[in-house]
Nanobody
């Protein structure tokens, strides 16, 4: 299974970015997906998750600003990020759900992408 994240970059506060994660090597529609992020010196934290049936969950810090979605025809999951803040600066990782563990926990995911850098300037 391979996950390829893209779409990161440098944006001013209040701006928007859309991250993409292309997945290969598994029956994409059967698996939940998630986004996590890791800022310098901090632990990797949950951002958003989506089930195979497209139910979603979000961290409180991004609720109302970020939207996770999926396109099963393209084997791709997206993270639309609006109203970005400097504290959103981090490396963002996509991950594929395992069959156990919580959607908000690192242990709830079996496969990880390589990460894409998001930098929000003030």
């Amino acid at each position: 299974v391979q996950l390829q994240a893209s779409g990161g970059g440098l944006v001013q506060a209040g701006g928007s970015l859309r991250l993409s994660c292309a997945v290969s090597g598994q029956t994409f529609r059967s698996y939940g997906m998630g986004w996590f992020r890791q800022a310098p010196g901090k632990e990797r934290e949950f951002v958003a998750a989506i089930t195979g049936g497209s139910s979603t969950n979000y961290a409180d810090s991004v609720k109302g600003r970020f939207t996770i979605s999926r396109d099963n025809a393209k084997n791709t999951v997206y993270l639309q990020m609006n109203s970005l803040k400097p504290e959103d600066t981090a490396v963002y990782y996509c991950a594929s759900r395992s069959w156990s563990g919580s959607y908000s926990s690192l242990t709830g995911y079996s496969y990880w992408g390589q990460g894409t850098q998001v930098t929000v300037s003030s």
